[in-house]
């Protein structure tokens, strides 16, 4: 068959089954049967598009140019006939739940947003979005823990102006904080991480693409501002091949630093995401395979994950890019100093948002230990320190700041953010935060960042931990 041939309705419904499998994707009819044991995802995932058109289902994960770069051009079979695209159901969808949203001025917090937008998403998109792992102690910590750290403000200090101005890794921003990487936005717009891009643009804040967009790489540089920063989130393939190619590909879209995933050489166990999955994948009585439970709409990062990743590939990543490396997942402060020594130009204290190792400590409890080993071994500014988790708040930026971090980095509230008002609940967002953070520096007696330092802080009680104080999953 050629790519040029008409596939009826018919023909198509008739390939439903793992034998002989079609789906038809914008308007193409492709045969997927041979890919089936490949797919990231599983073969079950297909198998429910099976002799279908399933592009709704393949955009509101995909990037459409992936079928490109995986897919060989003989897996096209033909055309699907009276294809009509339906790109606005989703959108027509999206402006319906948005219309019934409050007025968007009562939003007066981030918790009011993440509310929102439990109420209004779908269970799929808001189990993988809020889920963390096993008993998400770690995702309740990761903001609790700024609750244990007391604010000693100065006064009569001079804060009739207030500059809230940095840099990351030499590149502007207005603000201290960056939309860190996050997958799979079109679970929670039509539009995908470009909603993200814009408000950022708008906001003059940088933005860190991820791997997993349900967007291109190329669609997301495209829709950023002239002079905006874009970072690129990675992570590495088994295939290195794939692994320097994506790096070529963001260097050359113009992102100004490579943010290196280092902690998930295996995925956390998500029972939210999990549960989710067990609801859509009703057991087959016929299939004669078990049924893994063990991954939801988080499955589809397996296949990108090189459990034998090391830091002698430090080296070999410097080879292939001049952009700065920054590794995002430190969790010690051993491997920090080792970050610094092996010439790394930044790292992320992160526990993956409380997705991957359950009781692992928050990053805002580890910066202390990390700033002080860097100093004692005097690597103190020789790479920039962030962090990243459980961030809602300016009072928490302000802690990280005068903790030593250069910056934050906030993933979900801006999810949550997009996923009720679009473009303008990011906004909203940055918008609250901007306001909170010049308020704190205000009331604290700092005008600038710098005037941020841990003298101000009280922090003798970070590392006191309450057991048992965990929010139980809804779901």
């Known amino acids: 068959m050629t790519a040029s041939k008409v596939i009826t309705r018919e023909e198509l419904a008739a390939k439903n089954s793992k034998e002989s499998c079609w789906v038809a994707i914008h308007g193409k009819v492709y045969d997927l049967t041979e890919f089936l044991k490949e797919h990231p995802g599983g073969s079950k995932v297909i198998l429910r598009e099976a002799g279908k058109d399933g592009t709704a289902a393949f955009a509101q994960i995909h990037p459409e140019d992936i079928i490109s770069r995986i897919l060989p051009e003989t897996s096209i079979v033909g055309i699907l006939h009276d294809f009509k695209p339906n790109a606005n159901n989703a959108e027509d969808a999206f402006k319906q739940i948005q219309s019934k949203n409050p007025p968007i001025s009562t939003m007066l917090n981030l918790q009011d947003f993440e509310e929102l937008a439990e109420r209004t998403m779908k269970p799929e998109a808001w189990a993988y979005y809020s889920g963390g792992s096993e008993d998400e102690i770690t995702l309740y910590e990761n903001h609790a823990a700024f609750h244990r750290i007391w604010i000693k403000p100065r006064i009569l200090i001079n804060v009739k102006k207030v500059d809230t101005t940095t840099t990351i890794l030499g590149c502007h921003s207005s603000l201290p904080f960056y939309v860190s990487a996050t997958a799979l936005g079109k679970l929670g717009h039509p539009e995908g991480e470009v909603v993200l891009t ?108 090189d459990p034998a990743l090391c830091w002698d590939d430090i080296k070999w990543f410097k080879s292939v890019t001049k952009m700065p490396i920054v590794l995002k997942g430190v969790q010690c402060a051993e491997d920090a100093v080792l970050a610094a020594k092996y010439g790394c130009a930044g790292i992320v204290l992160s526990n993956h948002g409380g997705r ?120």
């Open 198 to 305: 814009r408000a950022a643009g708008k906001k003059k804040i940088i933005q860190m693409i991820p791997t997993l967009a349900s967007c291109s790489l190329e669609e997301l540089t495209s829709a950023s501002v002239p002079g905006q920063t874009q970072f690129f989130q990675l992570y590495v393939n088994q295939d290195r091949k794939i692994t320097e190619s994506l790096i070529k590909r963001a260097e050359s879209q113009g992102c100004k630093g490579l943010f290196i995933t280092v902690d998930a050489p295996q995925l956390g166990r998500r029972e939210k995401d999990m549960r989710m999955k067990f609801i859509d994948d009703a057991p087959d009585a016929q299939a004669n395979e078990e049924v893994s439970r063990n991954e939801g709409a988080a499955r589809a990062i397996t296949s990108y994950i």
């Open 356 to 475: 991957q190792l359950e009781t692992s400590r928050s990053a805002i409890e580890i910066l202390p230990d990390v700033m002080s080993a860097l100093k004692n071994e005097n690597l103190a500014g020789k790479l920039e320190v962030y962090i990243d988790g459980g961030i809602r708040r300016g009072t928490d930026i302000f802690k990280a700041l005068a903790l030593g971090a250069k910056a934050v980095g906030l993933g979900r509230p801006f999810l949550y953010g997009m996923s009720t008002y679009g473009q303008k609940g990011v906004e909203r967002i940055i918008d609250l935060l901007s306001d909170e953070l010049e308020m704190v520096m205000r009331l604290a007696g700092a005008p600038t960042l710098s005037h941020a330092v841990p003298a101000m802080l009280d922090i003798g009680s970070l590392q006191s931990h309450c057991s048992g104080s965990f929010k139980t999953s809804k779901l």
